[in-house]
């Protein structure tokens, strides 16, 4: 059974939103995203928040929520001046969000017919195309480890070669500049082959559609209802407990 | 999936087979008329007595209230129940300054279920001893077929709600609401880069909008 609450809020958004920290980090454009999202207004429904993104430790459904809600726009704020090196990506960055995001509003219909499933088909598949440009963001500690070897390895070679070579100060640094962007190039070529998107979540927003056709809308089964009834239900009875057999009294309050 | 009737397939051109119609003919019940939700105003500012104090309260110069409370006038009431148009009549009508609207949405997907969405106007004032709070409310300000998708609503800032009482025409009261307009960009088209429409508050816009409730 898909749940929305841990597939989609906690699940791909958090992941969405750990890709998207690395890519304004790498574009230096974390300061614009901090401040569209710290000047969002209240509004029935939906909490601004005071604190920047990554000032939040924990992070819960409902806020998950209201991230939904708002990061698409937040981000477009935050990339609406692109450099010219700058434009063509972050164009895919908006559109994987903007794809991301609407599915994720299909997915919350709470009716269904054929059309609105297959829109939502589609919008899963679209976003397997254009999830790419995040996968230099999703790199493994494994991964990180061996770019990182190779780039010793590199850089020992590097330095061998050119030792044996005199040549003026002004060629040595363009034969530098070189062989950095060479590393780099490498590098990334490695953590392109290692770095991959299998895993379970990713794989389960495939199976939403299905799930709809033989059991009805994907919202009925989210875990948010069952979590909301616990802090009520029962923890809220534990505490008015003596917590001496707190059991029967959790029960008899509910009897 | 959600069961729908035969007023709603037939309203939505619906190509029924001639059994299912015959079928649900005679389970057909009288429809019942959706409930008809009114603005509810609530959160009563006992500071305010009349179009004076309301100028003073919201740090708006009276001039300002007068000229836009004689436009709204002119142009949405009909010409013998116009507010009076002499600024010494007009400063002296009866007004409750109110800073909390109870506004029916309704709800996505259902055609006769309104949620309640309680917005917030507080002017200067602290909203629970933190920042104050305007909330933006969508205006219907044309037919849908305006502004694209935006359905001929823009958004705009509410600055106040009151509720103003013409003594003169059998104590007359009109619900309104003060607000700062945004402009769309673009024609309300959408942008091809993130799919978003974008307004914007221009710097020339009025600053002060009157207008009734019934359009939030």
């Known amino acids: 059974m898909p749940d929305f609450l841990h597939t989609i809020y906690l699940g791909l958004f958090k992941h969405m939103m750990d890709w998207i920290q690395g890519f304004l980090k790498k574009n230096s454009h974390q300061q614009a995203f901090k401040n569209a999202w710290k000047a969002l207004p209240t509004y029935p429904g939906f909490l601004g928040s005071t604190k920047a993104y990554r000032e939040v430790t924990q992070w819960q459904g409902k806020d998950m929520r209201n991230l939904c809600r708002c990061l698409l726009g937040v981000l477009a704020v935050a990339l609406r001046q692109p450099d010219n090196s700058q434009i063509h990506t972050f164009k895919r960055v908006l559109t994987c969000v903007w794809i991301l995001c609407d599915f994720t509003m299909m997915a919350q219909y709470r009716s269904h017919t054929a059309e609105t499933i297959k829109y939502m088909e589609d919008y899963a598949e679209r976003f397997d195309e254009k999830k790419d440009i995040f996968l230099e963001f999703r790199v493994s500690k494994r991964t990180q480890a061996k770019a990182d070897e190779l780039r010793g390895e590199l850089r020992t070679q590097r330095m061998m070669v050119n030792e044996s070579v005199a040549k003026s100060t002004r060629q040595r640094r363009l034969i530098q500049e070189q062989d950095r962007a060479k590393e780099n190039d490498q590098c990334m070529d490695l953590i392109n082959a290692e770095s991959h998107f299998n895993f379970v979540k990713m794989h389960l927003i495939s199976h939403f559609g299905d799930h709809i056709y033989q059991f009805g809308n994907i919202h009925m089964f989210s875990t948010v209802y069952g979590e909301l009834a616990h802090k009520e239900q029962i923890m809220d009875g534990y505490r008015r407990s003596n917590k001496n057999n707190p059991a029967q009294r959790i029960l008899s309050s509910y009897g | ?198 307004v914007q508050l221009r710097e020339y816009a009025r600053e002060w909008t009157i207008l009734y409730i019934g359009t939030i």
């Open chain 2, 1 to 198: 999936m959600r069961l729908l009737n035969l007023v709603f397939l037939r309203r939505a051109g619906a190509d029924l087979p001639a059994a299912v119609v015959e079928y649900l003919e005679e389970t057909l019940t009288a429809p019942s008329a959706p409930p008809v939700y009114r603005r509810m105003l609530k959160g009563y500012r006992d500071d305010v007595r009349d179009v004076a104090d309301f100028g003073r309260a919201l740090k708006v110069s009276p001039e300002t209230i007068c000229r836009e409370l004689i436009r709204y006038s002119r142009l949405s009431l009909p010409l013998g129940r116009r507010l009076p148009e002499h600024p010494a009549i007009l400063r002296s009508l009866p007004v409750e300054l109110l800073t909390y609207p109870k506004i029916p949405v309704l709800v996505f997907q259902e055609i006769d279920v309104d949620d309640i969405h309680g917005a917030r106007c507080t002017g200067d004032q602290l909203f629970r001893n933190q920042a104050s709070r305007n909330d933006s409310v969508w205006i219907q300000v044309g037919g849908e077929h305006m502004y694209g998708p935006l359905r001929g609503r823009l958004p705009a800032k509410l600055l106040a709600l009151f509720k103003i009482r013409d003594y003169r025409h059998e104590e007359e009261v009109y619900r309104l609401a003060g607000i700062q307009m945004m402009s769309v960009v673009n024609s309300g088209r959408p942008s091809e880069v993130h799919g978003l429409v974008t």
